[in-house]
């Protein structure tokens, strides 16, 4: 005959009865399996640690429902943690606190002094992401007085030139591909060609419409709306992604004239051809563009694996393309292979709505040495310019304060990891 009974220290005592006869007690002693833990330094996470039972008396996979696990982080009081089995002999042992060193140890009767020897171990730290807030910046792509569109003349054959002016800054750690689209190396110096596709929400932008001579009047300095009312979810700044025209090759509109135009119509009204189109996009690492050959150096050093990237976005269609999103794409890395990643589309809305992307992990993963976030402002962005000029829809913005073409515009804030 064989009995089941629930999991204790204490010997058993058993009696036989038959009707109104009861047998002499019988003491039955109770053999404890003797169990052993063991965690590899690649099972120890943030928050949890997978843990090996080990017993030499007994089917692991059989006792590992049984075990209770408890941990130290003085050695002296131990309490039992929070844990169920992952797998077979593998037991999940959660709530554990970030960089903090433990003493763990098992027991198959519930209890801590009849327990399996200590195991040590550090759980990885909860790394913050990188300067995720956007508050430190660099002042990296400025103009000065370029050529905003085409000339313009309303009367006798004078002509003039709209300028603009602009200091935009981009956050330490994360790179752009303004390096490309608005490159100072464009032929033509335009604002139809040269284009910043990222930029901070606290940016300086002037756009100067001269006076007409003789008269003085008519002219003025203002920001374009394209660039006004971006505001951070959290601290002073946040960053714009925004699908943009640019072209390395542009040829400067022809000359706009119409007499006495009134000064709504201050502007060159030819529109040029623009060859190229890309997706703003903000990512962790260097990038750099010369003479059409881009090169992309993705991710930073890390050392923890964090179980998603939370953040908040705004996000606001082309006209031309109403199904377009932004994407935001996490991987962590173990040396050159990835071994958890993640990605969620961002739909349009216009205010500030959290996001929140899970990182899916691979079984039995190594320790992280990197990490990749990669931010776009459409799910057409892509490494190859000919595929982002093929499926990216922008808009024509011209008039007295802006000459430029661009699209869908995600502005980002406020990322974290969670663990």
Excluded at 124 to 130: F, M, S, V, Y
Excluded at 390 to 397: H, L, M, N, P, W
Excluded at 402 to 417: F, I, K, P, Q, R
Aim: charged share 20%.
């Amino acid at each position: 005959m064989t009995l089941k009974v629930s999991a204790d220290s204490d010997d058993l005592r058993l009696r036989a009865v038959s009707g109104t006869k009861v047998s002499s007690e019988l003491t039955v002693k109770r053999e404890v399996p003797a169990v052993e833990a063991s965690a590899a330094d690649k099972d120890v996470w943030a928050t949890k640690a997978y843990v090996k039972v080990v017993s030499k008396d007994v089917n692991a996979s059989s006792l590992a429902p049984l075990i209770t696990a408890y941990v130290s982080t003085d050695g002296s009081t131990y309490t039992a943690a929070t844990a169920s089995v992952s797998k077979d002999d593998i037991l999940l042992v959660k709530g554990l606190k970030a960089g903090t060193a433990y003493k763990l140890r098992l027991s198959a009767v519930a209890d801590p002094d009849r327990a399996s020897k200590d195991i040590e171990f550090t759980t990885e730290n909860a790394t913050a992401l990188p300067n995720g807030d956007f508050e430190t910046l660099t002042a990296n792509v400025t103009a000065k007085d370029m050529l905003q569109g085409g000339q313009w003349s309303i009367s006798a054959g004078v002509y003039y030139d709209n300028k603009l002016s602009y200091t935009i800054s981009e956050p330490n750690g994360w790179a752009t591909v303004n390096a490309k689209t608005a490159s100072t190396s464009h032929k033509t110096q335009n604002s139809f060609f040269v284009v910043p596709s990222t930029f901070n929400s606290t940016l300086t932008w002037l756009s100067t419409v001269p006076n007409i001579k003789v008269l003085g009047t008519g002219g003025g300095t203002e920001t374009p709306d394209s660039y006004k009312g971006f505001t951070a979810q959290h601290g002073k700044n946040a960053m714009v992604l925004r699908n943009v025209a640019w072209d390395p090759e542009g040829k400067r509109p022809d000359k706009w004239k119409k007499e006495f135009a009134g000064t709504d119509e201050y502007y060159g009204h030819n529109v040029p051809e623009v060859s190229q189109r890309s997706a703003g996009k903000l990512f962790l690492g260097t990038y750099t563009y010369n003479n059409g050959s881009e090169t992309y150096n993705q991710g930073v050093a890390f050392a923890s694996r964090p179980t998603s990237l939370k953040g908040y976005y705004t996000y606001t269609n082309d006209p031309g393309d109403t199904a377009e999103k932004g994407k935001v794409t996490v991987q962590v890395l173990s040396g050159e292979t990835i071994i958890g990643s993640g990605s969620v589309t961002l739909g349009a809305v216009a205010k500030y709505t959290a996001f929140n992307v899970p990182v899916t992990y691979q079984a039995n993963v190594g320790k992280a040495t990197s990490i990749r976030v990669m931010i776009t402002s459409s799910t057409h962005a892509s490494d190859n310019q000919a595929a982002e000029t093929a499926a990216i829809k922008v808009s024509t913005f011209n008039s007295r304060y802006e000459s430029a073409m661009h699209g869908a515009t995600l502005c980002v804030d406020n990322l974290s990891l969670a663990y």
